[in-house]
């Protein structure tokens, strides 16, 4: 790795930066990218905050998430930093085209594990699968190289780690992210940051709820709980797919389910799934056969056909996975 590819050097020498993170962004994607975005202003650094799409809807309430783009800036920066993308195509493709031909240094902060080889695309990468949150790597940069923490940062990686734990509660959640939130906490008001993530909901999103969870399919003797998003259901309430997000978890919590699946119609017979598992399923396994990844506890992948279609093939893998 060249000198002017390392991020210390960077922060010294660049005058103007991109920061991004994955399409559909989430909690962690917006949380990091913000972050970032605080630290590398802070330092005198013209940045870039871009997202292929927006930003989701409860956590616009970040500082400095109005400060995000939708559109490429005319002159290129003199690096790019892509956050929690599990792979550098997931920025979407006109920010994936221009670093795939840039000279530019191009720099990762993920804590994904389904990029098996991230220097064949950038020069600088800070990888953790054990980490629980990608804005914990962020954390620990900073704090490694001396930056301060300012409320914003706080704010940003607070915000970034609840949202990627569910609150604390999920596998993921360990040591680390206890004691960095317990080093942040004095900063910030926790109370604010769980109401507006999860307490803050437009009327028509529990409308829609409730017809999704009078949906639900229980499948392989009530190990894994399915349901379905419908197009014309988001149209009907004025919503979006950020408004739909969380609904997963209801499925998943329901007594003696070990995976939740959520089938978001994108067009007709085609569909984005979310997954979610507990137990002694691992619902990248799942994902895979179908063409997706992620992690043991959090997948996805796209499927062509209909709902009850992917119920059936769902049943069968699921029940084949959980003999594993």
Known sequence: MKSRSDLPTL?????????AGHVNPDGDSVGS???LYHLFTGLGITTTLYSAEPYPYNFLFLPGADKV???LPLIEPDFYVVVDAGSPQRVGEALYRQMSVTRRPKLFFDHHVSYRDPGAFFDQSFLDDAAAATALLVYRFMKQHGHPVTREIAVAVYA???????????SSTNREAFAVLAELVDMLEPWEIAAKI??????????????VLASIRLLAGGKAALFEIRREQLER???????????????????????AMRFRELAPGRYKVSMRSKGNIDAAKISNEFGGGGHRNAAGFEFAGSFDDACKLVEEIVARVACQ
């Open 11 to 19: 922060l010294r020498t660049a005058r103007s930066a991109l920061v």
């Open 33 to 35: 990218s913000l972050a």
């Open 69 to 71: 783009v939708h559109e």
């Open 160 to 170: 970034a780690v609840m949202s990627d734990t569910g609150g604390m509660r999920y």
């Open 198 to 211: 999860w307490e803050e909901v437009p009327h028509a999103q529990l409308q829609l709820l409730a017809e």
């Open 237 to 259: 309430y004025k919503l979006g797919p950020d408004n739909v997000d969380t609904f997963i978890n209801y499925a998943r919590a329901i007594s003696g389910v070990e995976v």
